[in-house]
Nanobody
Framework: QVQLVESGGGLVQAGGSLRLSCLAS????????LSWFRQAPGKEREFVAA????????KHADSVKGRLTISRDNARNTVYLQMSSLKPGDTAIYYC????????????????WGQGTQVTVSS
């Protein structure tokens, strides 16, 4: 079992930056691949980025490449999403999710989810 708690969301102006964190419980954090998803009002949950258990492999959705970057610190049981050059279209609730295998962009394939953190980008 993995419990995930996101933090770091907030209100930011367009062009600004935020760093989201997701703290995981448990001693086997490095065995899990982690991903970030987001869900805007009235829209489906959308894949943002994924990172392997070791952190050596990662990928990002085309819509966020070059602006949002996933990373992890296994010593701190934490995965991050560094967000820069934010746009109003990035406004959403951001969720971290865990599964034992890397890289799926399909939310239905993830076993464990955090409660989400709201990011609002004003124009």
């Amino acid at each position: 079992q993995v419990q995930l708690v996101e933090s770091g969301g907030g209100l930011v102006q367009a062009g600004g930056s935020l760093r989201l964190s997701c703290l995981a419980s448990g001693r086997t954090f490095s065995r899990y691949a982690l991903s970030w998803f987001r869900q805007a009002p009235g829209k489906e949950r959308e894949f943002v980025a994924a990172i392997s258990g070791s952190g050596g492999i990662r990928k990002h959705a085309d819509s966020v490449k070059g602006r949002l970057t996933i990373s992890r610190d296994n010593a701190r049981n934490t995965v991050y999403l560094q967000m820069s050059s934010l746009k109003p279209g990035d406004t959403a609730i951001y969720y971290c999710a865990a599964r034992t295998t890397y890289g799926s962009p399909w939310s239905g394939e993830y076993e464990f989810w955090g409660q989400g953190t709201q990011v609002t980008v004003s124009s």
